[in-house]
């Protein structure tokens, strides 16, 4: 005899679980990150950078850089603090004296003449700082003798 709250085999619930609430939160959580992400990367003003085809691979060991952007308007900014020509080298010297070590990043806007970006890495020089480096986006290298495909322009079906 069967008991009376146990379930009847042809009524028997299955569970099914509805990912329709998961995939809309999934969704929500990579617009969002689709968004902030590029904002993040950046340290300091934006900056349209010089493009090279062969940059050197970023070093991402060590301390992190003091960053020093040269805007397309020749404003110089430590971080996001702006900072006038002259008093460049006082407050880089204050913030080496605080972290000994870090290296300091030069990012110049490509509008920038190069007279300026040479000015700046003399004062960076000034204050007492031996490793600089020099900010550059990547350019992707054109080769007008290959198309889609891997064919060379000009080559006949064979």
């Known amino acids: 005899m069967r ?5 009847d085999r042809r009524s028997a619930i299955r569970p099914e679980i509805n990912v329709t609430p998961l995939v809309d939160v999934v969704l929500v959580l990579l617009i969002i990150f689709m968004v ?5 990367q950046d340290e300091g003003r934006p900056i349209e950078m010089v493009k090279v085809l062969e940059a050197d691979g970023g070093n991402s060991d060590g301390p992190q850089p003091v960053v020093v952007t040269v805007t ?8 996001d603090r702006p900072v006038s020509g002259p008093d460049l080298e006082a407050a880089l010297a204050a913030e080496l004296r605080q972290n ?4 300091i990043l030069l990012r110049g806007d490509a509008r ?7 000015e700046v890495f003399a004062r960076i020089q000034g204050a007492g700082s031996t ?6 986006g990547a350019q992707r290298s054109w ?4 198309q889609h495909g891997g064919r060379r322009h000009g ?3 064979r």
């Open 112 to 118: 920038v003449p190069y007279h300026a970006i040479r």
């Open 36 to 40: 902030v992400l590029p904002s993040m």
């Open 3 to 7: 008991p009376p709250f146990a379930p």
């Open 100 to 103: 000994r070590g870090r290296p």
């Open 155 to 157: 080559d006949a079906d």
């Open 72 to 79: 397309a308007d020749a404003e110089i900014f430590i971080a």
């Open 143 to 146: 080769n007008p003798g290959f």
């Open 131 to 136: 490793g600089i480096r020099l900010a550059v």
